[in-house]
């Protein structure tokens, strides 16, 4: 199989309009011949709905959750970036496509997230249109703070509900389109398979979640925006329903998954406190703009933070890299956080924590600035933990929270089966190994409003896309399959239930598969999948039937799922002899403990291809070189 | 986890420090519930009786259900159906009525964001779904709420098509009204406005969407048309009118005022004049 990027050629600053002035057009009576399946209604997927719409295609859109409105970008709490130079620091569509590639630590695709950088600018534009209501100066005029991994300020923020806002901005021009009746949209549906007909994705199979009925629907592009895979490890920062089903199936039809062993750990989350934990919650690391993170010096030191005294605080980050401080990349602060709890230094209960401290910025900006910036983090956190930030540090840990693999994709974001477009966090295009602050949200809405839209369109005018139905063998086919799995599940009748299986999981994945990783404990990994998944098939515990509201069966689904993309992540970790990013081979770092890049051996892709499961995942690699033409590889320092 | 006492001496003073915030006591509570069961939308629910004797004070009350889901699944009982997604107070999702109240016992916290240290040892819970002619029930404690989507489908929004919008700063918004329309902004959509109020009236619902986009020069050119289509879509979906009771204020997890119906009035009589 050859992975062609086609990215277009030219100078990287005019591959994109060189691009746009290449593709073909569709003319408006044509586009509402077409029909175009939008799975995922997340800052992704609401925002592709919207614009395919409004060119005119139909299109049919479906998610999970009750409403559109409730995918997990909702969630997103501190801000989205831009190149505007607003603050007149220096910033530009350089500087942004820069600080993006090197934050990857130079495993992205130059051209992908050059244009990236380029719409970042409209994407701004087209939310303030929408009245997102981001936070402003006195002027009036947008305000910007700065985040993890940049020395400008270049995001936008809506307090720190910004993912709420932006996505509520695409979910409502979505269900303007609803309105007009160019989009048909479904909820509480899950997609279980793609039909893939004479080569070409043509269609999808969908369990109704309420009535559990299998259907089919038919179209002439799939677009697939159903998010990230972090739930891999049972705890995360995800929602609970956040799965990579949709994404694995597309695998399984063929579409090559790049980079999975790719998973950030966002370093600022509040920590575990007991077996019965069902997710981790994730403070914005806009935090760490006035926040200050320390340890003891002293190991095991028990003592009220207040009552250590200033020369016995070790703020490591400070310390170690002082020239970004506490603003450092998340992978970066995420290892630290660990090494020093591993050290001994920890603090709380578990010892499995840190201190993120505003006491010095209280005494210098007030209370009330830092409850007018971060108030409703604070509340959360007192909500969760019962403790007041304003008068003890935070206690934060790191937590899985995003996955930069993911389905590859091409410059048009279509992956290796044509009609199958993938945007957002589900495909693995811009954020290399690892991904900063704020460019998430960014990401999600590029792809959506500014990317697919058009390169949709040159796909559909270029291809030949004889009508087909959904009595077609194809669909036939994909509908018993996931039936056949469903009953299987159901009948198993076990003794121990899919939430054990899904959190034994989780362990493994996040001692062997986490912050930091090395060839025996991932070859370890690897047999214990296997021997997990062995035991799942065989003692997982079901209840009720298929043929109603079923929740457990929809988890047992996504975990069957897992228990494949867990080995996948392994496997990938493991050929990966080298540290990158958020994949930190405990073989390749320096005496410091920084990562070591090999980019002699390792400068590339790693597209999985799936091949079946029998006993072990069978799946080989196929390589897209990474070519550097424009920036010059270095090693990353925030010393 | 055992509980720490530390003896720190500063200068001749000794004093003891109280326990270490960081750590508490983990406890077992016993508690008692009552849960809506109802296997879907035609047929009668019932209350069911369970008792739970490992709550843990740090769990959450929706992780308090998983443990019971846990035990009645390896029991081969049906497990109760609830809906949640972010656990974050964000997606607004989750939506139980607790003793009465939407939400349960905490101001302005979503029943995701409730933690079992707001019990106590032998307290018996009330769990029912958000009830409401227009928010049918789907099974046990899940409701359906896709008429709230059909309110903002009928104008909550500015229809300004991807690509055509000006540059972000020629809009310039003053701070408070931006502040303001954010204010009204932050609705979650959960629907516990509706389930508090005596009417199950959608007004708080609606009402900030609709503040929340006049509030913004974006929001001015189509201010009439949404206020009457969104009003007229709220009652076609079978919500109540608003009495000023003030219930969906005092459970909304979010805090919007009351003053959203307020707004909401105001536009709609001004629309209903000028047209």
Same mark, same amino acid.
């Given at each position: 199989? !050859?992975?062609? +990027?086609?990215?277009?050629?030219?100078?990287?600053?005019?591959?994109?309009?060189?691009?746009?002035?290449?593709?073909?057009?569709?003319?408006?009576?044509?586009?509402?011949?077409?029909?175009?399946?939008?799975?995922? =209604?997340?800052?992704?997927?609401?925002?592709?709905?919207?614009?395919?719409?409004?060119?005119?295609?139909?299109?049919?859109?479906?998610?999970?959750?009750?409403?559109?409105?409730?995918?997990?970008?909702?969630?997103?709490?501190?801000?989205?970036? @831009?190149?505007?130079?607003?603050?007149?620091?220096?910033?530009?569509?350089?500087?942004?496509?820069?600080?993006?590639?090197?934050?990857?630590?130079?495993?992205?695709?130059?051209?992908?997230?050059?244009?990236?950088?380029?719409?970042?600018?409209?994407?701004?534009?087209?939310?303030?249109? *929408?009245?997102?209501?981001?936070?402003?100066?006195?002027?009036?005029?947008?305000?910007?703070?700065?985040?993890?991994?940049?020395?400008?300020?270049?995001?936008?923020?809506?307090?720190?509900?910004?993912?709420?806002?932006?996505?509520?901005?695409?979910?409502?021009?979505?269900?303007?389109?609803?309105?007009?009746? !160019?989009?048909?949209?479904?909820?509480?549906?899950?997609?279980?398979?793609?039909?893939?007909?004479?080569? !070409?994705?043509?269609?999808?199979?969908?369990?109704?979640?309420?009535?559990?009925?299998?259907?089919?629907?038919?179209?002439?592009?799939?677009?697939?925006?159903?998010?990230?895979?972090?739930?891999?490890?049972?705890?995360?920062?995800?929602?609970?329903?956040?799965?990579?089903?949709?994404?694995?199936?597309?695998?399984?039809?063929?579409? =090559?998954?790049?980079?999975?062993?790719?998973?950030?750990?966002?370093?600022?989350?509040?920590?575990?406190?007991?077996?019965?934990? +069902?997710?981790?919650?994730?403070?914005?690391?806009?935090?760490?703009?006035?926040?200050?993170?320390?340890?003891?010096?002293?190991?095991?030191?028990?003592?009220?933070?207040?009552?250590?005294?200033?020369?016995?605080?070790?703020?490591?980050?400070?310390?170690?890299?002082?020239? #970004?401080?506490?603003?450092?990349?998340?992978?970066?602060?995420?290892?630290?956080?660990?090494?020093?709890?591993? /050290?001994?230094?920890?603090?709380?209960?578990?010892?499995?924590?840190?201190?993120?401290?505003?006491?010095?910025?209280?005494?210098?900006?007030?209370?009330?600035?830092?409850?007018? $910036?971060?108030?409703?983090?604070?509340?959360?956190?007192?909500?969760? =933990?019962?403790?007041?930030?304003?008068? /003890?540090?935070?206690?934060?840990?790191?937590?899985?929270?995003?996955?930069?693999?993911?389905?590859?994709?091409?410059?048009?974001?279509?992956?290796?089966?044509?009609?199958?477009?993938?945007?957002?966090?589900?495909?693995?295009?811009?954020?290399?190994?690892?991904?900063?602050?704020?460019?998430?949200?960014?990401?999600?809405?590029?792809?959506?409003?500014?990317?697919?839209?058009?390169?949709?369109?040159?796909?559909?005018?270029?291809?030949?896309? @004889?009508?087909?139905?959904?009595?077609?063998?194809?669909?036939?086919?994909?509908?018993?399959?996931?039936?056949?799995?469903?009953?299987?599940?159901?009948?198993?009748?076990?003794?121990?239930?899919?939430?054990?299986?899904?959190?034994?999981?989780?362990?493994?994945?996040?001692?062997?598969?986490?912050?930091?990783?090395?060839?025996?404990?991932?070859?370890?990994?690897?047999?214990?999948?296997?021997?997990?998944?062995?035991?799942?098939?065989?003692?997982?515990?079901?209840?009720? /039937?298929?043929?109603?509201?079923?929740?457990?069966?929809?988890?047992?689904?996504?975990?069957?799922?897992?228990?494949?993309?867990?080995?996948?992540?392994?496997?990938?970790?493991?050929?990966? &002899?080298?540290?990158?990013?958020?994949?930190?081979?405990?073989?390749?770092?320096?005496? &410091?403990?920084?990562?070591?890049?090999?980019? &002699?051996?390792?400068?590339?892709?790693?597209?999985?291809?799936?091949?079946?499961?029998?006993?072990?995942?069978?799946?080989?690699?196929?390589?897209?070189?990474?070519?550097?033409?424009?920036?010059?590889?270095?090693?990353?320092?925030? $010393? | 986890?055992?509980?720490?006492?530390?003896?720190?001496?500063?200068?001749?003073?000794?004093?003891?420090?109280?326990?270490?915030?960081?750590?508490?006591?983990?406890?077992?509570?016993?508690?008692?519930?009552?849960?809506?069961?109802?296997?879907?939308?035609? +047929?009668?629910?019932?209350?069911?009786?369970?008792?739970?004797? %490992?709550?843990?004070?740090?769990?959450?009350?929706?992780?308090?259900?998983?443990?019971? %889901?846990?035990?009645?699944?390896?029991?081969?009982?049906?497990?109760?159906? #609830?809906?949640?997604?972010?656990?974050?107070?964000?997606?607004?999702?989750?939506?139980?009525?607790?003793?009465?109240?939407?939400?349960?016992?905490?101001?302005?916290?979503?029943?995701?964001?409730?933690?079992?240290?707001?019990?106590?040892?032998?307290?018996?819970?009330?769990?029912?779904?958000?009830?409401?002619?227009?928010?049918?029930?789907?099974?046990?404690?899940?409701?359906?709420?896709?008429?709230?989507?059909?309110?903002?489908?009928?104008?909550?929004?500015?229809?300004?098509?991807?690509?055509?919008?000006?540059?972000?700063?020629?809009?310039?918004?003053?701070?408070?009204?931006?502040?303001?329309?954010?204010?009204?902004?932050?609705?979650?959509?959960?629907?516990?406005?509706? @389930?508090?109020?005596?009417?199950?009236?959608?007004?708080?619902?609606?009402?900030?969407?609709?503040?929340?986009?006049?509030?913004?020069?974006?929001?001015?050119?189509? !201010?009439? *048309?949404?206020?009457?289509?969104?009003?007229?879509?709220?009652? $076609?979906?079978?919500?109540?009118?608003?009495?000023?009771?003030?219930?969906?204020?005092?459970?909304?997890?979010?805090?919007?005022?009351?003053?959203?119906?307020?707004?909401?009035?105001?536009?709609?009589?001004?629309?209903?004049?000028?047209?």
């Amino acid at each position: 199989m !050859k992975l062609d +990027s086609k990215v277009p050629s030219g100078p990287l600053e005019e591959k994109w309009d060189r691009h746009l002035k290449d593709i073909k057009l569709l003319s408006p009576n044509n586009k509402r011949k077409h029909t175009v399946i939008v799975v995922g =209604t997340g800052l992704a997927g609401a925002s592709a709905a919207a614009s395919l719409a409004e060119l005119g295609y139909n299109v049919k859109s479906f998610c999970i959750q009750d409403s559109e409105r409730r995918a997990h970008s909702i969630a997103a709490q501190g801000g989205i970036n @831009a190149a505007k130079n607003y603050p007149n620091d220096g910033d530009s569509i350089w500087r942004l496509f820069y600080d993006t590639i090197k934050g990857g630590d130079y495993r992205s695709r130059e051209a992908n997230v050059y244009r990236l950088a380029q719409v970042s600018n409209e994407i701004i534009d087209q939310a303030v249109a *929408q009245g997102v209501p981001f936070a402003r100066e006195y002027s009036g005029l947008l305000d910007n703070r700065s985040f993890g991994g940049a020395q400008v300020s270049r995001t936008f923020y809506a307090r720190g509900q910004t993912g709420q806002q932006l996505l509520l901005g695409a979910y409502q021009a979505m269900m303007k389109m609803v309105h007009a009746g !160019k989009i048909e949209n479904h909820t509480r549906k899950e997609m279980l398979d793609l039909v893939v007909i004479d080569g !070409k994705a043509r269609g999808i199979i969908t369990r109704d979640l309420v009535s559990g009925e299998m259907e089919k629907w038919t179209g002439d592009a799939v677009v697939l925006c159903t998010g990230g895979y972090g739930n891999v490890f049972y705890l995360s920062t995800n929602a609970k329903n956040a799965n990579v089903t949709a994404a694995w199936r597309c695998h399984k039809r063929g579409a =090559t998954f790049a980079n999975p062993c790719y998973v950030q750990i966002h370093p600022t989350c509040i920590p575990v406190s007991g077996d019965y934990q +069902s997710k981790l919650t994730l403070m914005s690391e806009s935090l760490r703009n006035d926040g200050r993170v320390w340890v003891p010096r002293e190991k095991g030191d028990k003592r009220k933070p207040g009552s250590i005294p200033e020369h016995e605080r070790f703020y490591y980050l400070e310390e170690k890299y002082p020239s #970004f401080g506490n603003l450092v990349p998340r992978d970066v602060a995420s290892r630290n956080a660990k090494i020093v709890t591993d /050290e001994g230094m920890g603090v709380g209960a578990t010892g499995k924590a840190v201190y993120l401290d505003f006491r010095d910025a209280i005494k210098r900006d007030g209370r009330d600035a830092i409850e007018a $910036k971060y108030g409703n983090l604070f509340d959360m956190y007192e909500n969760i =933990t019962g403790e007041n930030p304003y008068k /003890e540090p935070m206690r934060i840990f790191p937590a899985v929270h995003y996955t930069m693999g993911g389905l590859w994709v091409d410059y048009n974001l279509m992956s290796n089966v044509p009609g199958l477009f993938v945007a957002g966090e589900a495909n693995f295009s811009d954020h290399g190994a690892n991904r900063l602050g704020a460019s998430a949200l960014m990401q999600g809405l590029a792809d959506g409003y500014f990317v697919i839209p058009y390169t949709i369109g040159n796909y559909i005018a270029d291809t030949d896309l @004889a009508a087909v139905d959904s009595n077609h063998n194809a669909f036939a086919e994909a509908v018993s399959n996931s039936k056949s799995q469903i009953d299987k599940l159901l009948n198993i009748n076990g003794d121990k239930s899919v939430i054990h299986y899904h959190r034994e999981l989780g362990k493994i994945m996040w001692d062997k598969v986490g912050i930091s990783r090395s060839r025996e404990g991932m070859s370890r990994a690897i047999e214990d999948i296997r021997a997990l998944r062995d035991e799942f098939w065989q003692n997982v515990r079901v209840p009720g /039937e298929a043929n109603y509201y079923n929740k457990y069966l929809e988890f047992a689904c996504r975990v069957a799922d897992y228990f494949e993309l867990a080995e996948l992540m392994a496997l990938d970790a493991l050929q990966r &002899e080298e540290s990158c990013g958020c994949h930190l081979r405990e073989e390749y770092q320096s005496e &410091e403990g920084e990562a070591l890049r090999n980019d &002699e051996e390792f400068s590339y892709v790693a597209a999985w291809e799936f091949l079946g499961v029998n006993g072990k995942l069978e799946t080989t690699m196929h390589k897209e070189e990474l070519e550097f033409e424009f920036v010059e590889l270095k090693q990353r320092s925030y $010393k | 986890m055992i509980p720490v006492r530390h003896a720190v001496t500063a200068s001749t003073e000794k004093i003891i420090q109280p326990i270490e915030p960081t750590i508490m006591s983990s406890s077992d509570m016993t508690i008692h519930l009552k849960i809506w069961r109802q296997k879907n939308a035609e +047929s009668k629910g019932r209350f069911e009786t369970y008792t739970l004797d %490992n709550v843990n004070e740090h769990m959450s009350f929706l992780e308090m259900l998983d443990v019971l %889901n846990e035990e009645l699944i390896e029991n081969g009982d049906d497990p109760v159906e #609830f809906d949640y997604d972010c656990r974050e107070g964000i997606c607004g999702s989750c939506n139980l009525v607790i003793n009465g109240r939407a939400h349960g016992p905490k101001h302005m916290t979503a029943v995701c964001q409730l933690h079992m240290r707001n019990y106590s040892d032998g307290d018996t819970v009330v769990i029912e779904p958000a009830r409401a002619a227009a928010f049918p029930v789907i099974k046990d404690l899940v409701v359906d709420r896709s008429a709230f989507d059909r309110i903002i489908e009928a104008g909550g929004y500015v229809s300004v098509k991807t690509g055509s919008a000006p540059e972000a700063n020629l809009i310039p918004v003053p701070q408070k009204k931006a502040n303001q329309a954010f204010d009204y902004a932050t609705c979650i959509g959960c629907g516990a406005c509706v @389930a508090a109020c005596p009417n199950s009236s959608a007004s708080l619902f609606t009402g900030a969407k609709i503040g929340h986009l006049n509030k913004l020069p974006q929001g001015q050119p189509e !201010k009439q *048309q949404r206020v009457l289509s969104m009003v007229a879509q709220m009652e $076609k979906e079978g919500f109540g009118d608003c009495s000023n009771y003030a219930e969906c204020e005092a459970v909304c997890p979010v805090g919007i005022s009351i003053s959203a119906i307020a707004e909401m009035r105001r536009e709609y009589l001004k629309a209903l004049f000028d047209n």
